[in-house]
């Protein structure tokens, strides 16, 4: 019953389902392998100079590698994006589960 909760939840929210699967897949490719298959960032491609997010990918990268020293110099907001979109997939997840729960 669970899995189908789990299956539903993403079957309702397929595209942020998606994006989320690419991001896994892609950092997890590039911290194992050094395989870079990430979408480079467009502010830096349209505008010349990095954006808030950019470094985002590689402090997860290093993050994955325990290496939190080299993760707080790519950037420093991973530590406070991390916990925040863990936290709200959590609470939105739990959220739908409860609504599931209730109409069945």
Same mark, same amino acid.
């Given at each position: 019953?669970?899995?189908?909760? &789990?299956?539903?939840?993403? +079957?309702?929210?397929?595209? &942020?389902?998606?994006v989320l699967a690419y991001m &896994? %897949?892609?950092?997890? #490719?590039? *911290?194992?392998? *050094?395989?870079?298959? $990430?979408?480079? $960032? #467009?502010?830096?491609?349209? %505008?010349?100079?990095? $954006?808030?997010? $950019?470094? #985002? ?5 290093? #993050?994955? +590698?325990?290496? %939190?020293?080299?993760?707080? *110099? ?6 406070? &994006? ?6 709200? %997939? ?6 739908? *589960? ?7």
């Amino acid at each position: 019953m669970k899995l189908f909760i &789990v299956y539903k939840y993403f +079957q309702a929210r397929w595209l &942020v389902s998606l994006v989320l699967a690419y991001m &896994v %897949f892609s950092i997890l #490719l590039n *911290a194992f392998t *050094a395989i870079d298959i $990430c979408i480079p $960032c #467009l502010w830096k491609s349209v %505008f010349g100079f990095s $954006c808030p997010g $950019c470094g #985002l990918t590689r402090a997860a990268i290093s #993050l994955i +590698q325990l290496d %939190f020293y080299r993760a707080l *110099a790519y950037n420093p907001l991973i530590f406070i &994006v991390l916990p925040a979109s863990v936290t709200y %997939f959590v609470r939105d997840f739990y959220r739908y *589960a409860t609504k599931c729960n209730r109409i069945n």
